[in-house]
């Protein structure tokens, strides 16, 4: 098979898995191209609905799609791919920002791929690019404090560890679990871990800034709707 058949071969692999998110997005934010995925995942729409737009007028929070600008400049004047992590829609996401080659009469422009609902590794990740955003789904309800010890539980930590690190009585983490467990509706604490551990969550994401996807009629047609 020649090159360019096999890369053609690939690039539909990819772009036709649920759960890779493709994006195309030049640096004045237009959206120049997304796949079905990442146009459900992000915003609720069709890729034929938000193609053309630019990708601040499509997310929850203008800010977003700034900081998304933003990082693909950065990997752009880097000369190379950059990653970060993120939740969203209280999973558990690697995105990765690569440098696209075009003409010397287009605008630079970088892809954005995303791996929904990826699982984190053992110990995290040390990646260059960071967010300041979050969107926790179906973990909305929780308080920045009960979301601390969640991401506490899903490191496998128990109440007496968290009362330790949160510098709290064991009392309070106790009573802060059963609030969390009757939101989520799981008392079980391997249940809870799995469900911090799904959305890859940490201590300090509690102090990102929360934004919410707003949801359409077509959302259950999505296979990361939540």
Same mark, same amino acid.
């Given at each position: 098979?020649?090159?360019?058949?096999?890369?053609?071969?690939?690039?539909?692999? +990819?772009?036709?898995? &649920?759960?890779?998110?493709?994006?195309?997005?030049?640096?004045?934010?237009? #959206?120049?191209?997304?796949?079905?995925?990442?146009?459900?995942? /992000?915003?609720?729409?069709? @890729?034929?609905?938000?193609?053309?737009?630019?990708?601040?007028? #499509? !997310? @929850?929070?203008? %800010?977003?799609?700034?900081?998304?600008?933003?990082?693909?400049?950065?990997? !752009?004047?880097?000369?190379?791919?950059?990653?970060?992590?993120?939740?969203?829609?209280?999973?558990?996401?690697?995105?990765? /920002?690569? &440098?696209?080659?075009?003409?010397?009469?287009?605008?630079?422009?970088?892809?954005? +791929?995303?791996?929904?609902?990826?699982?984190?590794?053992?110990?995290?990740?040390? #990646?260059?690019?960071?967010?300041?955003?979050?969107?926790?789904? @179906?973990?909305?309800?929780?308080? &920045?404090?009960?979301?601390?010890?969640?991401? !506490?539980?899903?490191?496998?930590?128990?109440? %007496?560890?968290? %009362?330790?690190?949160?510098?709290?009585?064991?009392?309070?983490?106790?009573?802060?679990?059963?609030?969390?467990?009757?939101? !989520?509706?799981?008392?079980?604490?391997?249940?809870?871990?799995?469900?911090?551990?799904?959305?890859?969550?940490?201590?300090?994401?509690?102090?990102?800034?929360?934004?919410?996807?707003?949801?359409?009629?077509?959302?259950?047609?999505?296979?990361?709707?939540?």
């Amino acid at each position: 098979m020649p090159d360019g058949q096999m890369h053609e071969a690939v690039w539909k692999i +990819v772009e036709g898995d &649920p759960m890779i998110g493709v994006a195309v997005i030049d640096l004045n934010g237009l #959206l120049l191209y997304i796949n079905e995925a990442a146009a459900k995942a /992000y915003t609720d729409r069709s @890729p034929g609905e938000i193609i053309g737009r630019r990708i601040q007028k #499509l !997310l @929850p929070d203008p %800010a977003l799609g700034d900081e998304m600008v933003e990082n693909g400049r950065r990997c !752009l004047e880097a000369g190379r791919s950059m990653e970060l992590r993120r939740v969203w829609r209280g999973r558990h996401h690697y995105v990765t /920002y690569s &440098p696209l080659p075009c003409d010397d009469e287009e605008d630079d422009r970088f892809l954005c +791929v995303v791996k929904l609902g990826a699982m984190p590794p053992a110990g995290g990740a040390d #990646l260059e690019l960071h967010t300041s955003f979050i969107e926790l789904g @179906p973990l909305k309800e929780l308080t &920045p404090r009960e979301l601390e010890v969640l991401a !506490l539980i899903g490191q496998g930590l128990r109440v %007496a560890d968290i %009362a330790k690190l949160l510098h709290r009585s064991e009392r309070t983490i106790e009573k802060h679990r059963e609030s969390i467990g009757r939101k !989520l509706d799981s008392t079980d604490r391997v249940a809870l871990a799995l469900i911090a551990r799904r959305a890859g969550l940490r201590v300090d994401d509690a102090s990102l800034k929360r934004i919410e996807v707003q949801r359409t009629d077509n959302s259950k047609d999505s296979p990361y709707s939540t």
